[in-house]
């Protein structure tokens, strides 16, 4: 079974530029969900879809920032334009429960090798 | 709100010595806890985990207790190797997201 995969490994862009990154989940997992690590800090929450709506965006840090899982399967966050700020590792993760099972159950979330974001 | 500390790194040990990483956990309720690893160049894989209080996650020689009285999961190992060389995550879950710690770095020196 394929595991999480995202592309690109690795961006370089320069500020004010758009950039987009995806995020193919384990086939048949209802369940994506972005986390961002900034500089060597803790990884953070961004947002978590069901299928293709969005389940909860509370982290999403600004409207600069829009994910878009359209079909349900993968799912692209699209950052535009980029700051200095935005530097980090992006990492999607996906999971199988489906419905409102997952936000009682301890189950696993897969995780892809994330994206490595630098703005110049 | 939900949190979790975990303590800082870089750490670095000799091979086959005993290695503790501390976590501890601010949340309401009984989380899900977990510790997940990342080796050079992969992503994040989880490592072992607890769902209730006094439960013992192990995986790969770690183990980690659930330690509802001191709000605590931390990871040890008994005798590490150098392919433990990682950086290892302390998370719960809480409402199907992830809430992390800053993350410890081990290197281990043969």
């Known amino acids: 079974e394929a595991g999480v995969t995202q592309f690109p490994s690795h961006s370089v862009i320069e500020k004010g530029q758009t950039v987009t990154l995806r995020c193919d989940p384990i086939?048949?997992?209802?369940?994506l969900y972005w986390y961002r690590r900034v500089m060597g800090k803790e990884i953070k929450f961004l947002l978590h879809?069901?299928?293709?709506?969005?389940?909860?965006e509370s982290g999403m840090p600004n409207n600069r920032f829009l994910a878009e899982r359209t079909g349900g399967t993968y799912s692209t966050l699209k950052v535009q334009p980029a700051e200095l700020e935005d530097s980090g590792v992006y990492f999607c993760?996906?999971?199988?429960?489906?419905?409102?099972?997952?936000?009682?159950?301890?189950?696993?979330?897969?995780f892809g090798p994330g994206t490595r974001l630098t703005v110049l | 709100g939900n949190s979790v500390t975990q303590m800082e790194g870089p750490v670095t040990l000799s091979e086959e010595a005993f290695l503790t990483i501390n976590c501890t956990y601010t949340?309401?309720?009984?989380?899900?806890l977990f510790w997940y690893v990342q080796y050079p160049g992969e992503g994040l894989q989880l490592l072992l985990k607890?769902?209730?209080?006094?439960d013992k996650g192990s995986n790969k020689g770690f183990e980690a207790t659930y330690r509802k009285e001191t709000t605590s999961f931390h990871l040890e190992k008994g005798s590490v190797q150098v392919s433990d060389s990682a950086v290892y995550f302390c998370?719960?879950?809480?409402?199907?997201?992830?809430?992390f710690g800053q993350g410890t770095e081990l290197s281990v020196k043969p």
């Open positions: 993760a996906s999971s199988q429960e489906r419905g409102g099972l997952n936000i009682l159950s301890g189950n696993e979330q897969f």
């Open positions: 086939s048949g997992h209802d369940n």
């Open positions: 879809f069901v299928k293709e709506s969005k389940q909860d």
């Open positions: 949340a309401t309720g009984y989380p899900s």
């Open positions: 607890a769902t209730k209080a006094d």
């Open positions: 998370a719960l879950m809480k409402w199907g997201k992830l809430i």
